[in-house]
């Protein structure tokens, strides 16, 4: 059964300029996200998944390539029609401390949005949004007048999701909304993300680099590494049986709190990210994968589909 | 059996400003022998860097006070020690690897230098110039970085890179106890993989002890040999890594932590978080600490602090179990 696609990527690009060359940061992604549905998007630091929300959204220009929502092209679209959509489209920010702004109150944060998008009337109108939401993400009423200093990073992060969610958008594109906080918090988060999800018929872009986080929320789950999307799969399946080495590695890697993971000796990935600068053509992960052979580093290697719903860009997991 | 190294008991420290009293370690104990590592456990205020830097005597001068305890490394209780003593003791027979890499180095120094100083300050052995130039190399290679590179600064570094020669200064000394403050919080899983082989391999060779501190039950599991779970300043839970890790008796805090995680293999979609905050570290209260968020609390709770529940090395500090003791009787 396949539902609409709010959101369509087709070869989307965004490099920027350093002083040492040009830096690909997002290299020729596709994908698209069902309404309602997840895509969760995983990689190291530096591998582009911020860049990639953050070209979503159009706070950066993309070079190349095309996004659709709702079937219009955004990329192209003009300043002044792309602002009637960003309350269409919102962001929770990764750090709770940084994103607020400490000189309003949590009642002046949260109708901000509201009043720099004009959607309200009237002053009563804003209040009653503004109220309806704090009781939607969890906020006590008592804390209306609270300052972001005297809250703590899980109150603070309900602050930016009401934020985003305030303006009642289809999409939010959730910047690693979790890492931020402490384990416990964190599962409140999520659930009410989650919870958020069902009743408002969200549609999330959920990027993280925490996988276990990742496969709780997401429906499907994209893996990057330096730019490139190496991986795409169901969420379920792609913890099963991941395909590309990369995914392997990085599911390796990953401290698992039981006993017996201390027995199991554990394949290392050697070296670090190379530099997304001016990176040589071929699979970028060649250098460090140990399945790697000569044509690995002589072209790039496209997404292709494995089997039905996955898809890899590695040479070595297409052959059976 | 294997001599104790590193002794801690009943340690309680307090941060003090002219507003407010914070109660950040209040009464923990635990010991160590040579080549055990402790994983210390807990989420933000739980008082695991207050411990940490209690113990290498590098609390804030004008705000910590030490308020009860000894701290005894070979049966010398730092805590008597003066400052200039300490200092000796500092960084070449305790150590510590910090959390965050960007901001541990010095950048103006070349690396080979920042490793050198705390081999030139330490420098019992009486040690030319040209050997401590030589067991900086060594050290270098020792976790994985080409001994050519002393000569760079730190931001010729990547964070891996850079928690390499923090762990590099840590160890130059060869010292009996090093404690890593969140080693490999601000890296990457493939990264904090590495680091994670490294100071355990590096643990084997030297019989270092080490008190890791971190807030990734998967750390623990695969790096510790005992474990302590801290709450509001104390240790709630300490056993063996057996004790902690398989279905016995817990803490109710330690079984909400499990619960709260998300895990690769589970089935259910909904992750159960513990309800309710941090507790508010400048109030103390009268009964245990976890109460307001224990689903499991009972009127006894919010009254007495509760007492220790021990079943060999393996202890609880909860009043459930006293209960269920008694009832059994």
Sequence with gaps: MMGENLIEVKHLKKYFTTSSGMLHAVDDVSFSIEKGKTMGVVGESGCGKSTLGRT?????????????????????????????LRPKMQMIFQDPYASLNGRMNVRQLIAEPLLVNKVCTSRAEVDE????????????????????????????????????????????????????????????????????QETMGLTYMFITHDLS??????????????????????AK??????????????????????????KKERKLLAGEVTSPVNPAPGCRFAARCAMAAEECKKEDIPLSEIKEGHYAACKRAAAP | MNKTVLDVKNLSIQYKT??????????????????????????????????????????PERTARITGGEILLKEQDLLKLKEQEMQKVRGSRI???????????NPVLPIGQQIGEALYLHNDEGLTQKQIEQRVEETLELVGIPKARKVEYPHQFSGGMRQRVVIAIALICNPDILVADEP????????????????????????????????????????????????????????????????????????????????????????????????????KPEGCWFAPRCGQC???????????????AHKIRCHLFHQKAKGGE
């Design chain 1, 213 to 234: 986080a990742v496969r709780h929320i997401s429906d499907e789950i994209m893996v990057m590494y330096l730019g490139k999307c190496v991986e795409k799969a169901d």
């Design chain 1, 129 to 196: 949004r503004v109220n309806k939401m704090m009781d939607t993400v969890g906020l006590a009423s008592r804390l209306a007048m609270a300052y972001p200093h005297e809250l703590d990073g899980g109150r603070r992060q309900r602050i930016g999701i009401a934020r985003a969610l305030v303006l009642e958008p289809e999409f939010v594109v959730c910047d690693e909304p979790v890492s931020a906080l402490d384990v416990s918090i964190q599962a409140q988060i999520l659930n009410l993300l989650m919870d958020l």
């Design chain 2, 18 to 59: 002219d507003l407010e009293t914070v109660y950040a370690v209040n009464g923990i104990s635990f010991s160590l022998e040579a080549g055990e590592t402790l994983g210390l456990v807990g989420e933000t205020g739980a008082g695991k860097t207050t411990t940490a830097l209690g113990i290498l005597g590098l609390l």
């Design chain 2, 298 to 312: 009972m009127e006894i709770c919010k009254k007495e602090a509760p007492p220790v529940w021990e079943d060999d």
């Design chain 1, 237 to 262: 399946k792609i913890f099963i049986e991941p395909k590309h080495p990369y995914t392997k590695a990085l599911l390796e890697a990953i401290p698992i709190p039981s006993i017996e993971s201390r």
């Design chain 2, 184 to 283: 490999t919080t601000a890296l990457d899983v493939t990264i904090q993989a590495q680091i994670l082989t490294i100071i355990r391999d590096l643990q084997k060779k030297y019989k270092t002890t080490v008190i890791m501190i971190t807030h990734d039950l998967g750390v623990v599991a695969e790096t510790c040999d005992k474990v302590g779970v801290m709450y509001g300043g104390k240790i709630v839970e300490y056993g063996a890594l057996e004790d902690i890790f398989t279905d016995k008796e817990h803490h109710p805090y330690t079984e909400g932590l499990f619960r709260s995680l998300p895990s690769l293999t589970g089935n259910s979609r909904r992750l159960q978080p513990i309800e309710g905050l941090m507790p508010d570290p400048t109030v």
């Design chain 1, 56 to 84: 979503l959204l159009c706070l950066e220009t993309p070079m190349a390539g095309e996004i659709l929502f709702h079937g219009q092209d955004i990329a192209k679209m003009p300043k002044r029609e792309m602002k009637k």
């Design chain 2, 95 to 105: 150590s510590m690897i910090f959390q965050d890499p960007m901001t541990a180095l």
